[in-house]
């Protein structure tokens, strides 16, 4: 029997038509349902590029979130959260994840985190994990001591719709099994490099035992957002007005 959630989904992925009534009656309860927003940062430090955020803005934008009630949550509650279990949530979470498992975000981004006693998800690139810039084994399980959640982001970062099968079945698989041997627990999410994804990495995913998977489609989540297309709130280096940023990338969509 489908569950009232997986009804809910159902309906709103086949529900192709909707009246100007309908639509802004939906759009009501929506704005009033509650929401995750998922931040997107990729690199804390001094590099030039829109990926990189520097640790003061970082600092700031934490200083933001928390003078505005925000509590950050670890993966673990937010997978309670998309699977419907009765749990409460603070009034008002933010997931904040990181992509690309770079060692900035251990040696920059962490030691704020702690500072400000916020928690953060990081998606790490399990092919490149003795890489010289990248996060190794022990900063990953410092990080998770001390409440960081981790979430795979491939072996190798290719685009996962553009692979054969077997491809794309390895990079989710062999990502999560080297994460888990790391850490001792399960992996249960998925950052798809690129954002990319399709039909078939989904039905992979959900086959390995991943529960959902966070795509670059702007837009926070909600209950009734597909599991396996999570939607984020990227934050770049030119980015200067976190609250605007939430409010522009984080509409519905
Ligand atoms: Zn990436």
């Known amino acids: ?91 008002k979470p933010v997931l904040i994840t990181f992509d690309d498992g770079y060692l900035d975000n251990y040696q920059n981004a962490f030691p704020i985190l702690k500072w400000y006693g916020m928690t953060a998800s990081f998606f790490v690139i399990t092919g490149m994990l ?41 990079e989710l698989a062999d990502s999560k099994v080297t994460l888990e041997s790391i850490l001792g627990t399960e992996i249960t999410f998925v950052a798809y490099p690129k954002g990319s994804y399709n039909q078939r990495t989904i039905r992979l995913a959900s086959q390995l035992g991943y529960v959902g998977g966070f795509s670059t489609i702007n837009g926070r989540c909600y209950k009734d957002t597909p599991d396996f297309i999570l939607r984020r709130i990227p934050i770049f280096g030119f980015d200067r007005d976190l609250a605007r940023v939430m409010a522009e990338r984080g509409r519905l969509q």
């Open 130 to 170: 003795w890489e010289q810039e990248r996060l190794a084994p022990q900063h990953i399980v410092e990080m998770a001591e001390a409440g960081m959640s981790f979430g795979s982001h491939t072996v190798t970062h290719r685009s996962l719709s553009e692979l054969a099968e077997e491809e794309a079945l390895s």
């Open 1 to 91: 029997m489908l569950s009232r959630r997986r009804f809910i989904k159902l309906c709103a992925s086949t529900a192709a038509v909707w009246s100007i009534g309908a639509s802004v009656s939906r759009l009501i309860v929506e704005s009033a349902a509650p929401a995750v927003p998922a931040l997107l940062y990729h690199r804390v430090g001094y590099g030039r590029d829109h990926f990189t955020v520097s640790p003061e803005r970082f600092a700031a934008d934490l200083a933001f979130l928390v003078k505005r009630g925000y509590q950050a949550i670890s993966l673990d509650a937010f997978q309670n959260f998309i699977l419907d279990r009765d749990v409460k949530l603070p009034e």
